[in-house]
């Protein structure tokens, strides 16, 4: 039988989460993500996508993984704003944010920004010399 190791991040709700996915694994808690890629404690790091993908550019021989499906286990966050006395920001803010997820943006920059989908990397960049001055 395999003893799978997951590491998980002190104080975040994944110290609840991961015992009920995984219920056969041992839970190492860590005080830092830099603790998992340095520190040999662990055999998986359970923490959100993005951090996962951020932590790949530092350490490149890891890779992210989702579970499926994807839905299910979806992390919501909040965003904490100074609000002052006037509160025209903030709906400012919550109308956008309603726009973005209705006409499908903000689907469409998570899948670009962090999962990496769709990425078109055959466009010749704007160019002074090229677009404007016609030189090769």
């Not at 039988?1 to 860590?30: C, D, H, Q, W, Y």
């Not at 299910?72 to 006395?85: G, H, M, V």
């Not at 903000?106 to 769709?118: F, P, T, V």
Request: aromatic fraction near 14%.
């Amino acid at each position: 039988m395999i003893n799978l190791k997951i590491a998980v991040l002190n104080g975040t709700a994944f110290l609840r989460i991961v015992p009920r996915l995984f219920p056969n694994a041992s839970i190492v808690e860590i005080g830092s993500l830099q603790d998992f890629f340095t520190g040999n404690k662990a055999d998986a790091l359970i923490t959100t996508v993005e951090e996962g993908s951020a932590m790949t550019l530092l350490y490149p021989f890891y890779d992210v993984a989702m579970p499926e499906p994807k839905d299910t286990y979806e992390i919501l966050y909040a965003y904490p704003i100074f609000k002052d006395r006037s509160e025209s920001f903030l709906i400012l803010l919550d109308q956008w944010l309603k726009l973005e997820e209705e006409n499908g943006a903000i689907k469409e920059k998570y899948d670009y920004w962090i999962l990496g989908k769709n990425v078109n990397k055959n466009v010749q960049r704007w160019s002074l010399v090229r677009n404007v001055l016609h030189w090769s």
